[in-house]
């Protein structure tokens, strides 16, 4: 008697194809959902080129890691299904990429993203930490996720006053997690209260990522507030099984608003419109009037940033390495683009501060552009004073820069009365002239410019341990990723500068004229 295999044959044979064909589909989801990821991260590089810190990067790391990872797995199981290697089916279905694309639906879906994938701190907390986000300049915030416990959100958006967490769990699991805890809604009384209804569901793995989330949220703090929480639940749908639904009500009574897949629109299509609303520019919102720091003052009239520095005996560390930095990346090549042709002021005391280092430190060259930048000359125009900094420059001055920069009183039209008494308090541990500079800026609304990345830091710190700023918005402010001091003069040839105290424009009662009028290397003011 003789058997026939040509069925069974032919069966494999279509099992083994279509094995092969899904795989291939999967991973050609994967090389989709990876080429809008490149676009962006191109789009992060462009939108935060000279940004102080290195921010595209960070921003998608870890989702760019995992999704690569998925894909290299799905192309190795397609070349070895081809090979007629079962068990690579095993991998195919065990694959993470009906995850990660939720994850990339929910982030173009969402505004101002600033990180993917993002481990934070779950405490414990002493004390609300600084959340990743923008207060004043976009930071990583305080979070140390490897010293204590970590815990990953997906998409942290809203310039991070929103967290998003995606699960996979569905309706079927949650109905098992139910069974295994024994657990029966219906057994509950009606009026039982919030607590003791989420005390029933303590032990469902879905509440406690919720509370895990709600949690580690109010452990965190941006613009003095902890972040917004949702729970993304794609795979589950509401109004289906009472159980389930009491199970997604404790979670909201946790404080987290619940996502589920019958109420998610699809995701829009990647376009250039989408990418500057998933990332804006920070670059958008500048005002119209710019206020500039002294830091920045020094920079635009330093001989390292418009000439080639030879290196000198006398230079200190930092000297050489402002020098190594300018051929690197030239200071201006920031500026300019930044600076447009926007109005530039500055307060009466970064004016000061400036010329007083000016008088002290600068070479003949750097006080020269001094005062074309700053200088009052009411002789000198707009178009004098750039070709008089051309001619001080290597470097291209653009015709519309907006010279001299003008000059203000810190209270302008009594602006700082808008700053609250708990503000001004903050903002004296600011030393002048950063404290004019910071307080004008703020009160009268404009952006300020600044090098100084240091001070904006703890000003943030200091910032978030007030309980509100009620109506006043948080400072605009854009901080340069590096600065350029004068190169200046050695100190053995370097004239000093001794003020008057007091009112000495008629006799001098304060003694300097005494102690240092006979001194040729001493300027009095």
Not at 187 to 194: I, L, M, T, V
Not at 227 to 248: C, N, Q, S, Y
Not at 313 to 341: K, R
Request: hydrophobic residues 35%.
């Amino acid at each position: 008697m003789q058997y026939s295999y040509k069925g069974d044959l032919s069966d494999v044979a279509q099992d083994a194809a279509a094995r092969l064909a899904a795989s291939e589909g999967l991973l050609k989801r994967a090389e989709s959902l990876q080429s809008e990821l490149q676009r962006f991260a191109d789009h992060l590089a462009k939108v935060y080129s000279d940004y102080f810190q290195h921010m595209p990067t960070y921003m998608h790391t870890s989702f760019t890691s995992e999704l690569r990872a998925e894909v290299e797995s799905l192309e190795r199981a397609v070349q070895d299904l081809k090979a007629a290697d079962t068990s690579a089916s095993h991998r195919v279905q065990s694959t993470n990429l009906p995850f990660l694309e939720p994850v990339w639906d929910t982030a173009k879906k969402s505004r101002d993203i600033v990180r993917l994938r993002c481990a934070v701190s779950t405490g414990p907390f002493k004390k609300p930490i600084l959340a990743p986000g923008t207060r004043i300049v976009r930071t990583q915030g305080e979070s140390k996720p490897f010293r204590s416990g970590s815990f990953i959100i997906d998409v942290v958006a809203d310039g991070g006053h929103s967290w998003y967490k995606v699960s996979s769990m569905t309706n079927k699991r949650v109905l098992f997690d139910l069974a295994k805890e024994a657990i029966y809604c219906g057994d509950s009384d009606d009026d039982e209260d919030a607590e003791t209804a989420t005390h029933d569901y303590s032990d469902i793995p879905l509440v406690k990522l919720a509370k895990n989330l709600a949690d580690t949220a109010k452990g965190h703090r941006i613009q003095a507030k902890s972040p917004i929480t949702f729970l993304v639940l794609p795979r589950i749908k509401e109004g289906e099984h009472p159980e389930i639904d009491a199970v997604l009500e404790a979670c909201r009574q946790l404080g987290v608003n619940i996502l589920c897949g019958d109420a998610l629109s699809p995701a829009p299509p990647l376009s250039d419109t989408l990418l500057h609303t998933m990332a804006p520019s920070p670059k958008a919102n500048f005002t119209e009037v710019l206020n500039i720091d002294t830091s920045l003052l020094v920079a635009l009239a330093s001989d390292f940033s418009h000439t080639t520095v030879t290196k000198q005996p006398w230079f200190s560390h930092s000297h050489n390495d402002h020098a190594d930095l300018e051929s690197e990346q030239s200071m201006l090549s920031l500026v300019y683009p930044i600076l447009g042709n926007h109005k530039l002021v500055c307060t009466q005391e970064a004016a000061e501060t400036f010329f007083h280092i000016v008088d002290t430190l600068a070479t003949d060259s750097e006080k020269a552009r001094a005062h074309l930048i700053v200088g009052s000359d009411p002789e000198k125009s707009q178009e004098q004073r750039v070709e008089g900094l051309r001619s001080l420059s290597i470097h291209e001055v653009p015709s519309y820069l907006q010279l001299p920069i003008s000059i203000v009183n810190m209270n302008e039209n009594n602006c700082q009365d808008r700053l609250t008494d708990e503000i001004k308090k903050k903002l004296e541990t600011v030393l002048n002239p950063g404290r004019s500079v910071f307080s004008y800026g703020w009160a009268s609304g404009l952006t300020t410019m600044t090098c100084n990345s240091v001070v904006i830091k703890q000003l943030e710190k200091d910032l978030e341990q007030l309980p509100t700023l009620g109506d006043l918005p948080w400072p605009s402010i854009w901080a340069f990723p590096t600065s350029r001091p004068f190169v200046g003069v050695p100190k053995d040839i370097r004239k000093r500068v001794r003020k008057h105290i007091g009112d000495c424009s008629v006799t001098c009662t304060c003694g300097v004229d005494e102690l240092y009028g006979h001194r040729s290397n001493v300027t009095i003011i």
